[in-house]
Structures are given as C-alpha cells and as structure tokens.
C-alpha cells in the first residue's frame, strides 16, 4: 500500500479535525518523552535554530522553547489544521510556521542548526526522501521511530487481520512504514548520514494502555507486565520500543565526531 502525498494530506487534515480532550493529552504525553530524547542526545550543545519537521500541535517545539532550548523555531506540517493550531500556541521564539512537503522543503542548505525529524518517517512511503531533505537543510539531525517490526508486534497484526480483516497499513496511526533498528540504521547510513549518539526506550504504562478498551487493553496489559518480566533490552527486540537518533552528514564532518 502506498499513501500518495494528497491522500496523506487528507487523512492529517481529518486527524486535526478532531482535536479532543484525548488527543491533546496523548500528543502532551509524546512530547515528553521526545523532548527528553532531543535534550539527552543534544547534551553540551548549543542551537540557534531549529525546524520541527511534521511538527503536528507543536507541542515538542513549545516545551522546547520553555527550556530555552534555541533562539529561534519553524514548524512544517502537511495539513494547514496542524499549522494553524501552532500558530496559535504561543511558542517562543517561533519566526514561522508554514504548510510543506517534507520531501521538497522551501530552505537553503544549512538554514538551520537542528531538524527533528520525531515519528514522521514511518508515516511516509519514501522516508529517504524526507531523511535527505531534512539533512540538507539542517547541520544536525534527530530522528525518532517507533521499532514495529518485532515478533509479537507481528503476531499482534496478524491477530488484527484474522479477527477485523485489516492487513497492517491500515491502523488509525498512518504508519506505512515499519522499522527494525537494523533497518533504520541502513538507511541512514545510505543517505551518507552517521550516529553522533542514540538510545531506545520502551513505554510505561500510562503510554502502553493509553485509550485502549476491552480485549486490547487485556492484551496490552499482559504485554506490559511481560515487558516488566524480560526488561527494556528484550522488550525493544521482541515486542516495541522507540529509537531516537542524532545523526550528522559525513560529509558535514559527521564521520568520527
């Protein structure tokens, strides 16, 4: 299954059409745990720009501003609902928000210090395209995705397919793409990029249950406590993690930095 850019476009639209109570919770939830990724791995460093790229709320850019983290912040997103809920979110230091491909992205090289790239990668069907965008505008990138291709994960869609009919694409997420480190780690070595620093961490259980009902919150309860049984190292290789990276172009200097 392969999401073109107008079908991607309608299903954020229909996404931020649709801003709750829960949505604005779960979006708080995941900026927590991103902007603590961003922090850790950019540690001793100093940014005057940064650009959120699929930056949704533009909850990570406002804590981010909180903290003083940069001088100055963009937002990009696919859908104008998304921008325009930045716009009006009083980040700090925000000189622009604007609608934009990911892939074709209307800045100079090296127009910004920083691009966060956090879970956008596997919402596209071309994540080189948006990785070598990303890299081109930026001097530093941080990249974060959720690792999905894993045994139980597998069998868990397989599970969805036999009982709802759906193959894995379709799921309320809009990931088309699904990751194993290893494969993430091609791809950015393919795009000439290198690891400065990383780290993976699996959810707690706020996060593991959050919205779930019936038998997928019994089944996500019982893969929480088995995740508590194994410990994070088994559970990211056999069930779920998030793979947060920092990664500087070789050509950039990253090789050996």
């Known amino acids: 299954m392969t999401i073109g850019e107008h079908e991607l476009r309608r ?13 604005i919770r779960w979006r708080l939830l995941c900026a927590e745990d991103k902007v603590r990724n961003i922090v850790d791995l950019t540690r001793g460093m100093n940014f005057g720009s940064v650009i959120d790229i699929g930056s949704g709320t533009g909850a990570v850019i406002k804590r981010l501003s909180e903290m003083d983290f940069a001088e100055s ?19 700090k230091g925000l000189r622009g928000a604007l609608v934009a491909d990911a892939a074709m992205l209307p800045f100079s090289d090296k127009s910004f210090d920083l691009a966060i790239l956090s879970h956008i990668l596997e919402h596209v069907a071309e994540p080189k395209a948006v990785l070598r965008e990303a890299s ?12 999905e291709n894993t045994p139980i994960l597998n069998f868990t ?10 193959k894995r694409p379709d799921n ?32 707690d259980r706020e996060r593991m249950l959050f919205q779930k009902r019936g038998f997928w919150y019994i089944y996500n309860y019982l893969i929480y406590l088995l995740s508590r049984l194994l410990g994070g190292r088994l559970t990211a290789r056999l069930y779920y993690c998030h793979y947060a990276a920092l990664l500087k172009g070789v050509r950039d200097g990253g090789e050996g930095a």
Request: charged share 35%; aromatic share 16%; net charge positive.
């Open 136 to 147: 081109r505008i930026a001097r530093l990138v941080f990249v974060e995705i959720p690792i």
């Open 73 to 91: 912040y963009y937002a990009v997103d696919l859908s104008e609902r998304a921008i325009r809920i930045v716009r009006s979110a009083g980040i």
């Open 11 to 23: 299903f954020y639209e229909d996404q931020y059409g649709k801003v709750d109570e829960s949505f």
């Open 157 to 166: 869609w397989w599970l969805r397919k036999i009982i709802r009919g759906k």
């Open 172 to 203: 309320r997420y809009g990931h088309v793409i699904f990751f194993t480190e290893r494969s993430a780690d091609d791809l950015y070595r393919r795009e000439g990029l290198v690891k400065r620093r990383s780290r993976r961490y699996i959810l």
